[in-house]
Nanobody, 124 residues
Framework: QVQLVESGGGLVQAGRPLRLSCAAS????????MCWFRQAPGKEREFVAF????????VYADSVKGRFTISRDNTKNTVALQMNSLKPEDTAVYYC?????????????????WGQGTQVTVSS
């Protein structure tokens, strides 16, 4: 079992930055690939960003590419999402998720562990 706890959400004006963090516990963090997803009201959950177990590979949704940066610190068991130039359409509940690194497949699929989510609201 892996426990994930997100933090850092809040209300921010459009154009401003915000940094989300996800703390993991329970198993060896470096055995897991990590991802951020988000879900806006009335919409399906969508993929935001992925980072490989060592941090050497990242993938972003087109909607956040160039504005968001995912990173991880395996010594602290954390993964972060730096969000810059926020837009009202970034408003959503953001979730971090983990999957075992041997799973493979599409980076947006196969996640076994999820955090409870943190609300991000971007005002115009």
């Amino acid at each position: 079992q892996v426990q994930l706890v997100e933090s850092g959400g809040g209300l921010v004006q459009a154009g401003r930055p915000l940094r989300l963090s996800c703390a993991a516990s329970g198993r060896t963090f470096s055995n897991y690939e990590m991802c951020w997803f988000r879900q806006a009201p009335g919409k399906e959950r969508e993929f935001v960003a992925f980072i490989s177990w060592r941090g050497g590979s990242t993938v972003y949704a087109d909607s956040v590419k160039g504005r968001f940066t995912i990173s991880r610190d395996n010594t602290k068991n954390t993964v972060a999402l730096q969000m810059n130039s926020l837009k009202p359409e970034d408003t959503a509940v953001y979730y971090c998720a983990a999957r075992q690194r041997a799973r493979g497949g599409r980076v947006s699929e196969g996640y076994d562990y999820w955090g409870q989510g943190t609300q991000v609201t971007v005002s115009s």
